[in-house]
């Protein structure tokens, strides 16, 4: 079905182009990019040595239809950026086969016990996603962003890594 193959920087057009407005790219990557997305934002995480960048492939036709990554933190690592871009593909199942490749790709290549993601609180559909992984909330961690006259709250969610194996199993 689909297949995370490590992103380049000649991948960078095909990520860029799918980011339409401001508000696309504060859903997709949070605070930390600003619009419009640039190569050059792209390549200050290809450079950082706590991040793994993920073109997602669709294998039956060879198509690039995503975008995720993987930040190491001191105690996990956080799956973030994560973006299919086709609403076309969305409820189709991609978004959890996408957090399972993650999970196993975090789990096996980082000795870290706990995997987190930080989502906005009205993206109900990726919250149901990734509570159908295992996921669950972390009520004390909250963060919020500012767009236009709206305040976005970001949950935080998490997964053990025995909790993962399980579902796996």
């Not at 380049?8 to 930390?32: C, H, V, W, Y």
């Not at 996921?135 to 949950?155: G, Q, Y």
């Amino acid at each position: 079905m689909i297949e995370l193959q490590l992103f380049t920087i000649d991948d960078a057009p095909a990520l860029i182009s799918n980011i339409k407005d401001e508000r696309s790219l504060l859903q997709f990557a949070g605070p930390m990019y600003h619009f419009p997305l640039t190569e050059d934002q792209l390549e200050g995480d290809l450079s950082d040595e706590k991040r793994t960048l993920f073109k997602i492939v669709d294998l039956e036709n060879q198509n690039i239809i995503g975008h995720a990554q993987i930040f190491l933190k001191e105690d996990t690592f956080l799956l973030g950026r994560i973006l299919i871009w086709d609403e076309n593909n969305r409820g189709k199942g991609y978004g959890k086969k996408v957090m399972q490749e993650l999970l196993k790709y975090g789990f096996s290549h980082y000795n870290r016990k706990i995997a987190e993601l930080n989502v906005y609180d009205w993206n109900t559909g990726a919250i149901e996603c990734y509570k159908k992984v295992g996921f669950t909330i972390d009520p004390d961690v909250r963060k919020e962003a500012k767009i236009d006259n709206e305040i976005w709250v970001s949950i935080n969610m998490k997964i053990e890594k025995e909790t993962f194996e399980l579902q796996e199993a």
